[in-house]
Each structure stands twice: as C-alpha cells, then as structure tokens.
C-alpha cells in the first residue's frame, strides 16, 4: 500500500480530535488531503510529535489525542516510547506510518525493516500495538484502538512513494500553534 492510500483511510476517521503530526511528508500529506485546525504540525523538530502529543493527552485527559508519526521519527526519539508507557495517558492513539525510510531527506534507508516498532511500543508498556498491512484493515483496527483505553499504537506499513510535489504546510508555526490552541479550549 502507498502512504497516500494509507491516509485516504485514515484521515476520514478523524473526527474533532487533536492530532500532533510528524514533520515531512506525513505533515505535508495530512494538509494537502484534510487540513484542520486540530492538527498541530511540525515544520521541524524530528522525532517530537510523541513528546508534544504525550504532553497535550496529559493536559486534555477527556480527549482521544492522536499522534501521527513516522518510523524514522519514533527511531529517532524512541526514548519517549517509555515516556508514553510510564505515564499511561488512556486518551493516547499513536499512529506510526513505516516506509522503512527518511523518504522527505532523499529515501535513505532506516532501520525499521530489522526493528518491529509495534514490538517496541508493547514492549514499553503500551496496552495494545497492532501492525497493519492492508489499507483495508486500517479502519477497523484505528476504530478498535480509539475505543480502547490507551495508550495504544498502530503501525502501518506503506511502501516509501509520497509525491515530492506534495505541497508544504503553508500556515506559519504562529499560525499552527494558534488555531490548535483555540481548538483544544
């Protein structure tokens, strides 16, 4: 499955949710298919949508936050992996897109081929990770991890073919932090 495909099936499920996006395609993606002022979007700062996202299910402890990473994200800042589990926010879904590469930095190579990162999250302390392969399988696992006490995670593999011509997030990070601020009052 392509990470396109991956999001027209994911995105939709999305209903008033905070979602913290990872930086590079998986932010440029997300905004050029569903820009909503829920979605808080890194324009840089790899690796920390976990740490932002952990932070704003803490605050919001009656809201399903959902943080959407990628593999060399997590890989890059794992650490926040046992973060997440020792804190144990029931509101948090996080969703990791694994290409197996650093696709928005020219497609080199991570690790995630030899480092099953749902093994990794379950390992940690996360209640539930689920992997999946299909673009048919993603709803019904997404809908089963957001009725499910978290913190939970869903990895889903795609193959590494974003469009370079994805279009970047034009709202400046003022304009980002401000609206998903008013959206979680």
């Known amino acids: 499955?392509?990470?396109?495909?991956?999001?027209?099936?994911?995105?939709?499920?999305?209903?008033?949710e905070p979602v913290?996006?990872?930086?590079?395609?998986?932010?440029?993606?997300?905004?050029?298919?569903?820009d909503r002022e829920e979605n808080f979007y890194m324009i840089g700062s790899m690796g920390l949508a976990s740490s932002i996202g952990l932070g704003v299910a803490l605050c919001k402890p009656d809201r399903k936050v959902i943080v959407l990473d990628?593999?060399?994200?997590?890989?890059?800042?794992?650490?926040?992996?046992?973060m997440i589990s020792a804190e144990a926010p029931n509101n948090l879904v996080h969703v990791v897109i694994?290409?197996?590469?650093?696709?928005?930095?020219?497609?080199?190579?991570?690790?995630?081929?030899?480092v099953p990162l749902e093994q990794v999250a379950k390992s940690a302390g996360y209640r539930q990770a689920v992997r999946v392969d299909k673009k048919?399988?993603?709803?019904?696992?997404?809908?089963?991890?957001?009725?499910?006490?978290?913190?939970?995670?869903?990895?889903i593999k795609v193959e590494p073919c974003f469009d370079p011509k994805t279009g970047?997030?034009?709202?400046?990070?003022?304009?980002?932090t401000e609206r998903f601020m008013k959206s979680l009052r």
Do not use: W
Not at 70 to 80: A, F, Q
Not at 138 to 147: G, S
Not at 169 to 175: A, C, K, N, R, Y
């Open 98 to 114: 694994d290409n197996e590469v650093y696709e928005s930095t020219g497609k080199q190579r991570s690790i995630s081929n030899a």
């Open 70 to 82: 990628g593999d060399g994200n997590v890989l890059m800042s794992m650490g926040t992996l046992a």
């Open 168 to 176: 970047r997030v034009t709202h400046t990070p003022e304009e980002i």
């Open 20 to 34: 913290v996006h990872a930086n590079g395609f998986i932010c440029r993606e997300s905004f050029s298919i569903k």
């Open 1 to 16: 499955m392509k990470g396109t495909e991956a999001f027209q099936e994911l995105l939709p499920l999305l209903g008033d």
């Open 136 to 155: 048919e399988e993603i709803k019904p696992a997404f809908e089963k991890l957001m009725n499910s006490e978290g913190p939970v995670f869903l990895l």
